[in-house]
């Protein structure tokens, strides 16, 4: 895991300001404090930043370059299948300097071109510098779980892993692009290619850019499909081939030089590939988990405690209090570099901040709820959509008396199901944390300042932001044909997923120097879980059902018929007390209103009326939007 950066000069002669790259090495040295370098080439520039994990010697340093210096490569990420590529590669007359995965992405490109890409399995985002082509070849890993920023002008090409790099080149000026503040009060994220500031760009999962004099085009090399007829017939021998298939890709990410770890939560994903990984290895596996202080409050820790002595692992955990969440909450906003509500951001910090001191690899369940459908939303969202489907025009009628029975507080849930009764799936689903009918979207109206309203109307009507069209609505059209429950999987492994939750797990593990890897994100997972029926995910009230019967007597059964909880900060009841003054110091301060966005008497009502309406997420959304103004536009400390 490192971190990258470059640039390209249009006009072929103009050579890049080793300054500059230097600077933005600087700014991401987190991402790799073991080792720095910086190659120049006429008109263009790259740089690497190391955190060694395979081959840690000198000869894995970076950027890299073939035998006869034709071909350099800066790499981010790790490529799983690179023992089985280096030989093919020796076989076909390759060259090897080292043993590490990047100089096989190297060779891999001498034989087969971009087509390389189709070759590899792994987390990466990479730049190829082609000397005899004069060619750029920048990609980014099919799912997303490597970052990959980048910034055209008349004259050059700039990427970087992180934003903030960008920012170190003086023709990148942070300018505040508002459609994608209305896209984040949609979203809580910010869905898309572009991003919160003009100009500068994400190369979407699953996609490359080749750059060639000024001629930049990028394309689509990966997607996730579904087939039309299910793979598998029976369950039994769906659970029996994901756990084989499990078995060999937690094999894989445990190839490493360096200690690893776990983070353990206790749930159903974590403890399955822990089962796995405890087999691989000879070395005592750590295992780590966070906790937050409070009475009554959900505890992983107890179940983690629970799973590291059924697997004999080295346990550790750490306790976030709420003075320590607030704290934090400037350093969140300076890594993650766009609003997220991502409250669960700030423990997975801290969390890795105390692996950090034990291991240099960290392994996580992350993505097995969107592969094989572990959210309650899934479940909810398809009973409604069968409901809706049995109940035809009827669904109509219902849906007033839903909305009604909402207005009690009891069943205040079940209002946003109303409307939902009214609208197609693909009208009111953008992404499991989010509808039409809750959060801001609910309360926009009221929210913004007419001056605010009038400029996003302009916007949309003059199409000057494409994040002010539905980035669910783009890939719904994609899945059209496919069941309800898989456009919503589709949906969310395109959006939610790249934008949010893998940004906050790249971030806030580098940020303390760890590398993340995630086995249930392996794009042969991910296939291997489309091509299942829905009744192998969802059945009826029970979710991620050929997970459960894959591991029904390998984990524990107090974890296997565990609820559901997600990473339960409290944060929730630390908005609504502990930090509710801080929230209004900076939300409702003369700067903050000086930016024009909202209506100072609907942010009071917002933030100190109690109308039984929990709007913590709101409130944490627009404390971080504000954050990230003071940071990034304001440039304070």
């Known amino acids: 895991m490192c971190g990258i950066a470059g640039k390209v000069n249009f006009d072929g002669t103009t050579p890049v300001d080793a300054g500059l790259l230097k600077g933005m090495l600087a700014v991401i040295a987190y991402r790799g404090p073991d080792g720095a370098g910086i190659h120049l080439s006429g008109p263009v520039g790259l740089a690497h930043r190391r955190l060694s994990i395979i081959d840690i010697g000198s000869s894995g340093a970076q950027p890299m370059c073939n035998e006869d210096g034709s071909v350099w490569i800066t790499f981010n990420g ?5 023992g089985e590529l280096r030989e093919q590669l020796l076989r076909l007359g390759h060259t090897f300097k080292s043993l590490s995965d990047t100089e096989v992405i190297v060779h891999l490109y001498e034989q087969y071109g971009t087509d390389c890409l189709a070759h590899l399995t792994g987390m990466f985002a990479f730049a190829i510098w082609d000397a005899k082509d004069q060619t750029l070849f920048i990609a980014r890993d099919r799912v997303g779980i490597k970052p990959l920023y980048f910034v055209r002008t008349g004259a050059s090409l700039t990427f970087a892993s992180e934003i903030k790099a960008l920012l170190e080149d003086v023709q990148t000026s942070p300018c505040v692009n508002h459609g994608a503040i209305d896209a984040f009060l949609t979203h809580l994220y910010s869905p898309s290619e572009e991003t919160i500031f003009s100009g500068i760009h994400k190369l979407p999962p699953g996609h490359f850019l080749v750059v060639k004099g000024s001629n930049v085009r990028q394309e689509q090399y990966w997607e996730l499909g579904f087939p039309s007829t299910p793979s598998w017939t029976s369950l039994d021998e769906a659970a029996e081939a994901l756990g084989s298939l499990l078995r060999d890709v937690v094999r894989e990410h445990m190839i490493s030089d360096v200690p690893v770890g776990f983070l353990a939560s206790g749930g159903i ?7 796995y990984a405890v087999d691989q290895t000879d070395k005592p596996i750590q295992t780590f988990t966070v906790g937050f202080e409070g009475e009554n409050l959900p505890d992983e820790r107890p179940y983690a405690a629970l799973v590291a002595s059924r697997f004999g692992t080295l346990h550790r955990d750490i306790t976030v209090t709420a003075s320590e969440f607030q704290s934090l909450l400037p350093l969140y906003v300076w890594h993650m570099e766009e609003p997220v509500c991502e409250p669960p951001g700030i423990a997975l910090y ?8 034990h291991v240099k690899v960290l392994l996580s369940g992350e993505g097995g709820d969107e592969a094989f459908a572990g959210y309650p939303e899934y479940r909810n969202f398809l009973l409604l959509e069968k409901l809706k489907a049995r109940t035809g025009p009827l669904s109509h009628l219902l849906a007033p008396l839903v909305s009604t029975l909402g207005t009690v507080s009891r069943f205040r849930k079940f209002k946003r199901y109303g409307g939902m009764l009214r609208s197609p799936l693909s009208d009111y689903y953008y992404s499991r944390t989010s509808t039409p009918f809750n959060g801001f979207n609910a309360i926009k109206s009221e929210l ?3 001056d605010f309203k009038h400029e996003l109307c302009e916007r949309i009507n003059g199409r000057a932001s494409t994040l002010l069209d539905q980035p669910s609505t783009r890939q719904f059209n994609v899945v059209r044909q496919q069941s309800p429950l898989n456009q919503m999987l589709f949906v969310d492994t395109k959006t939610w997923l790249p934008d949010d939750l893998l940004i906050k797990a790249d971030r806030m593990t580098m940020a303390n120097s760890l590398e993340l890897r995630v086995p249930f994100l392996d794009h042969r997972v991910l296939e291997f879980a489309a091509g299942l029926p ?12 050929v997970l459960r019967k894959a591991f029904a007597t390998k984990i524990p059964q107090e974890v296997l018929n565990r609820k559901k909880a997600g990473f339960p900060v409290p944060y929730k009841r630390w908005i609504g007390k502990e930090m509710r003054s801080y929230v209004a110091d900076n939300v409702l301060s003369s700067r903050a209103m000086s930016r024009g966005y909202f209506s100072r008497p609907a942010l009071e009502k917002l933030i100190f009326r109690d109308d039984g309406v929990d709007r913590s997420s ?3 959304s627009l404390l971080v939007l504000e954050l990230w103004h003071q940071r990034f536009v304001d440039r304070t400390a």
């Open 78 to 82: 790790e490529i799983y299948n690179y």
């Open 269 to 275: 994903d974590s403890t399955a590939l822990l089962s």
């Open 350 to 357: 801290c969390v890795s901040k105390l692996a950090a001191r």
């Open 448 to 450: 913004y300042s007419s």
């Open 534 to 545: 829905e009744v192998f995910k969802v059945n009826g009230l029970s979710t991620k059902v």
């Open 618 to 620: 709101e409130k944490f």
